[in-house]
Structures are given as structure tokens and as C-alpha cells.
């Protein structure tokens, strides 16, 4: 063989091992990759033309796939769109949101748990199925929660979030504004795409979720954890005196320093009973409380009630936020739940939930099982501790004060008759010009053995800035969702 053909096969031979490396490559090493790649139209198509499982709340799907006549054979459809919009998502032709993404393996019948059914089905030549997902909301408490932020008037930013403390079920959760996901959902993709770019050109975003998705200055709710750090401490129960005044002068420290004071609250002067100060609300109380506790000591029992951490995995969630490394005049602001303190609604339903559990906060879940396209239960969630916030004891003198001040206090609006109700008012300055305050109400009831922890947020309404309150806006709408769980 002359050299000339002797070097054009030795290149051929290159070739092919190239080739052959990287068919190798892209079949077994990149596979996994490429499957899920939101660029691949191929897996696209064909999970757009499969019936994937339904979401269910009790027996309603709220998400489903339906039956169609065109090229995609199935149509994922959402019969409820505005009420379960923040939680479902939309599955798309070009992505997935919500639980339509967390839970895709499942409903899409990718899931290991569902192995068994693949197999069944390529034996019997049928179409693949999707598993089904078992939600742990209440339907008659999202109900409540979503009509209660709907009544308020003008356009709502808001949302609400409810608990079972002793589990750390979601019972209910609502974000307004919601959207309709089916426009999102539709088979035709020149209005799909219309859609979604309305929805992310509005101001009011109503693709986040703001349950989960957005954390703003908690205010006075806030003051929970503080009375816990005061309490924790050793120095502090539900009968003592604490400071109070109409105004308190925060530390001067770094040059800076500022003055707090209660707007006309009954404060008294001097020391004041611990309940007075949390029926009133007083901020002087509460900032005093937090430098006299500490920075450290504040940090700890923050995150302690899961702030500075993740821990709900079905929905993104955003990082409620407690600072690190303050100096004495910023501790005493994050007090009363301002300077550079945020959460979201979820978290400060976690802070209302672990203290009506006996300290134990529960980390929260919305899955409660996923089950077979037979409906055989392949896995069910099982309860489990976030972390022992305070004590037991210390949860007990909190409820005390809590339960007082929807007796005699600012949360009154939460009051059940003939049920004992903790409760505690927000107004959470937004640190904006032009922006209003935000209203925030926590509560859980009943206060000796908590069925429910609700916590709502109100960023925005149709009300005149003055007349913006957590007791008078957010109250009745957690009375109406403890209610609907309490009769269920």
C-alpha cells in the first residue's frame, strides 16, 4: 500500500473512533443532560403529547391532562386557575413552573417509583401515564384565604399562608395577583408567548408567588421572636415588666443613631406588664428588649425559626432574611421587624405555627403523597422537626401574651367566639418613598391545641395610606381561614 492511501485510511480510522467517542458520549454520558435540555424539541414533543398525572386538593384535580384532537393528543388543563395558579405552575411547550416542574418526574411518569407501571405499560403497548400528587391544602381554608385578599378593595398585592403547626402541612396558600395558567397551557404557541410576555410586562407581578417568592419587612409580627429571645434569655416571662415609654433613644453607635416611638400608643412610662406591651404593640418595648438581649443572641433565636435558610423544596422559595453583624442601634430596629429584617408569609406562619406547637417548629411540606395512575399510594410524606425554636415553657408564656392581645388588643379583628385566638398585628414601614406601609397578621387558634397558623401579608390595596393597618386589613381574612379549618 503507497503511503498516500495508507495516510487517508489511517484518517478514515480516526474518523470513525471519533465518531464512535462521541455517539458514545452523547448516548450515555451526556443522555441524562440532554433529555432534560429545555432546547431539545424532540423530548419536548413528546412529553407535551403524553398524559401526565394529575395535582389533586381532596378529589378535585387541579391540574389535569384532558383529551384532545390535535397533533398533541393531550391538553394539560387547570379548572381552577386563579385559586391554584401560584401553586401549579403552568407545564408549557417551553417550560414548567410551580409543581408542574417539582413534581414533573412523577407526573410525567419518569419517577423510579413508578418503574413498575412504565414496564407494564411498553408490555402492553399502552401510552405512558403520569403518577398522581396529593396536595395537603385545605380546600375550604384556600378558599377562604383567596376570597379574603380578593374583597379588599383596588387592585391586591398580597398573599396568605396557613399551617398545621403539629405537622407543617401547607393548608393554604394564595398569592394575588394570580394568572391563568391555561393560556400558558394552550396548543397554540404564537398566543402562548403573547401571554407570557403580558404577564411578565405587568408591574404587579403575578408570576412570583408571593407566599414564598417575595420577602418584605415583617414589622411588629416580627416582635414574636423577639419576646422569644427576651424570654429565652431568663430574665423575661409573661407577667414581668418590661420597658416602656412613648419613645425610646436607640444607642449611639458608628456616629449614627435615631429615635423610636409607639404613634400614640398606651405605653405608659417606666416598666409596664409584658402583656400591655404586646397588646399595644409597643415598639420602644421592643427595640429595648433586642439591644438588651443582643445581636448574637437575636441571630440564634431568628434562625432558630428558620430564617437565613431553605427548607421548603416543592415551590422556589427565597431566603427569609435576619441581618448579620449588627452594631446596638440596628439591633434595636430589627426589634420591631425593620431595618434589614424580611420574610416571606410562609416563614412568619412558621414563627406563629412553632410557638403554638409547644416551641417545635415543623418544616413545612405541600406534597402529601404521590400515588399510581391505578391510584395504588407509592409514597406518603412523613412529618419532620426544622428545630426546637424555644422551649416549651417559653412557647406557653408567649401563647399567654398572644392570646391577650387578641382579647384586649390590636387583634381583635382575629377574635372567635367561643375559642381562644393568638394572635399579633403588623404595619411594616416599606423604607419606599411613595410606597405605603405593608399590613401583616399572624395568628393560630385554637391557642391550647393549634389546628391552624395562619400568617397574611397585604403589600398593596386599594386604601388610603393612613388607613393601612395589619389588625384592620389582614385580621378578618386570618379569622376567616382559621374558621374554615376549625369546622372542616
Given amino acids: 500500500m503507497n503511503k498516500p492511501i495508507r495516510t487517508i485510511s489511517i484518517f478514515c480510522m480516526l474518523l470513525f ?40 386538593v381532596g378529589r378535585q384535580p387541579i391540574a389535569q391532562s384532558v383529551k384532545t384532537d390535535d397533533q398533541y393528543e393531550f391538553q394539560r388543563e387547570y379548572p381552577l386557575p386563579f385559586l391554584y395558579a401560584p401553586l401549579t405552575g403552568a407545564f408549557t411547550y417551553f417550560n414548567q413552573t410551580g409543581l408542574e416542574r ?43 384565604a383567596y376570597d379574603g385578599l380578593s374583597s379588599l378593595p383596588g387592585p391586591v398585592e398580597g398573599a396568605v399562608v396557613a399551617l398545621e403547626p403539629s405537622t407543617g402541612k401547607v ?24 401571554a407570557q410576555r403580558e404577564l411578565e410586562d405587568l408591574d404587579s ?18 416582635k414574636l421572636v423577639t419576646a422569644a429571645a427576651a424570654i429565652e434569655s431568663g430574665n423575661y416571662d409573661a407577667s414581668s415588666l418590661v420597658p416602656g415609654g412613648a419613645s425610646y433613644q436607640l444607642p449611639l453607635t458608628s456616629g449614627e443613631s435615631g429615635r423610636i416611638d409607639n404613634e400614640g400608643r398606651a405605653c405608659g412610662s417606666g416598666r409596664i406588664p409584658f402583656a400591655q406591651a404586646m397588646e399595644n404593640s409597643c415598639n420602644t418595648t421592643f427595640a429595648a428588649l433586642a439591644v438588651e438581649v443582643g445581636a448574637d ?8 425559626f428558620g430564617f437565613n435558610s431553605q427548607y421548603f423544596e416543592e415551590l422556589r422559595q427565597v431566603t427569609s432574611v435576619f441581618p448579620e453583624e449588627m452594631d446596638a442601634a440596628q439591633t434595636g430596629q430589627s426589634g420591631i421587624g425593620q431595618f434589614e429584617v424580611s420574610a ?14 409547644g416551641g417545635s417548629v415543623m418544616k413545612p411540606y405541600l406534597v402529601d403523597s404521590i400515588s399510581s395512575p391505578s391510584l395504588q399510594v407509592l409514597d406518603k ?12 415553657t417559653t412557647a406557653k408564656e408567649l401563647t399567654d401574651l398572644l392570646v391577650s392581645t387578641v382579647d384586649n388588643g390590636t387583634a381583635s379583628a382575629a377574635a372567635i367566639p367561643g375559642v381562644e385566638v393568638a394572635g399579633k398585628t403588623g404595619t411594616a414601614q416599606s423604607g419606599i418613598d411613595d410606597v405605603p406601609p405593608y399590613a401583616w397578621f399572624t395568628s393560630f387558634a385554637p391557642a391550647d391545641d393549634p389546628q391552624v397558623a395562619v400568617a397574611v401579608m397585604i403589600q398593596k390595596a386599594g386604601i388610603a395610606r393612613g388607613e393601612i393597618a395589619g389588625g384592620r386589613l389582614a385580621g378578618p381574612i386570618a379569622k376567616a381561614v382559621m374558621e374554615a379549618v376549625m369546622t372542616r
Fill in 17 to 56: 473512533l471519533a465518531l464512535l467517542l462521541n455517539v458514545s458520549y452523547l448516548q450515555y454520558v451526556k443522555a441524562g443532560e440532554l433529555a432534560e435540555d429545555p432546547n431539545n424539541r424532540r423530548v419536548v414533543e413528546a412529553a407535551f403529547s403524553q398524559e401526565r398525572g394529575p395535582i389533586l
Fill in 102 to 144: 417539582s413534581q414533573n418526574p412523577v407526573l410525567s411518569g419518569e419517577d423510579s417509583r413508578l418503574f413498575v407501571t412504565r414496564v407494564i405499560d411498553m408490555l402492553s403497548n399502552d401510552p405512558p401515564k403520569g403518577g398522581s400528587v396529593q396536595l395537603t391544602i385545605d380546600a375550604a381554608a384556600q378558599q377562604a
Fill in 171 to 194: 393548608l393554604a396558600m394564595v398569592s394575588l395577583p394570580s394568572y391563568d395558567p391555561n393560556r400558558l397551557a394552550s396548543h397554540r404557541f404564537g398566543e402562548v408567548v403573547k
Fill in 205 to 222: 407581578e403575578p408570576l412570583i408567588n408571593r407566599a414564598v417568592g417575595m420577602r418584605l419587612p415583617p414589622g411588629s409580627t416580627f
Fill in 297 to 304: 443572641a437575636m441571630l440564634e433565636r431568628a434562625e432558630r
Fill in 344 to 357: 416571606t408569609p410562609l416563614q412568619m406562619a412558621m414563627v406563629a405555627a412553632g410557638i403554638g406547637n
Fill in 381 to 392: 410524606a412523613d412529618p419532620e422537626e426544622l428545630s426546637q425554636a424555644v422551649s416549651s
